[in-house]
């Protein structure tokens, strides 16, 4: 497994962001599109009840279909993950269900993807919360290269799921809940209770 060197910088305006991308020579590889995933765990729940530290999803990127396994040993903010490419989003979901896992939540998200040198940057949206990006790249100190360039304090970096982003926008959503927990996570879907606790 290669461990996935990423930050996230919250509350932005995606069009400041590439303003600013096109300014320090950044490339759009991937236009904004619709993805689709879908998580799946064992019978007993095993991933889900790990303190989020293991995920399995099958994700349609638009352009390509992925299966990924991600692992956080909990002693790094990056995880370490495994990802192939595979030929079919619904074969694949059917294959890993014949086998005995199970599908516990389905998301939509939107993704553009940048390139600047090594270092990927992209452009997310999730129903209920606000915009935000992502910056990838070989290193650490590529990824805060990036960021010192697109303007952000290296302090404001976050770590971590979209988990990291609804926590962050959700005062009674805690690093013990997942987004994972609401079954369908899809644009223009009213506000799910696991969100509106306490508020």
């Not at 300014?23 to 879908?38: F, N, T």
């Not at 590529?142 to 976050?158: H, P, Q, T, Y």
């Not at 996570?185 to 606790?197: A, N, T």
Request: with cysteine; net charge negative; glycine share 6%.
């Amino acid at each position: 497994m290669q461990q996935e060197i990423e930050c996230k910088f919250l509350d932005v305006n995606h069009d400041e962001i590439r303003q600013k991308l096109t300014e320090i020579g950044a490339v759009c590889e991937k236009k904004m599109r619709l993805m689709r995933r879908v998580m799946l765990d064992h019978d007993d729940n095993r991933f889900q009840k790990n303190k989020k530290q293991e995920r399995l999803r099958v994700r349609d990127e638009g352009y390509k279909i992925t299966v990924t396994y991600k692992l956080n040993d909990g002693k790094s903010n990056y995880p370490f993950e495994v990802e192939t490419d595979v030929g079919s989003f619904d074969e694949t979901i059917k294959l890993f269900e014949a086998i005995g896992l199970q599908t516990y939540s389905y998301q939509e998200s939107k993704r553009e993807e940048w390139l600047i040198g090594d270092v990927e940057v992209v452009l997310d949206s999730w129903p209920w919360i606000n915009d935000y990006i992502e910056i990838e790249g070989p290193t650490e100190n590529s990824i805060k290269e990036v960021a010192k360039k697109l303007g952000f304090d290296w302090n404001d970096a976050k770590y971590g799921s979209v988990d990291t982003v609804y926590e962050h926008q959700y005062v009674n959503f805690t690093s013990d809940d997942s987004i994972g927990d609401v079954k369908e996570v899809r644009f223009g879907d009213p506000l799910p209770s696991l969100l509106k606790k306490g508020r």
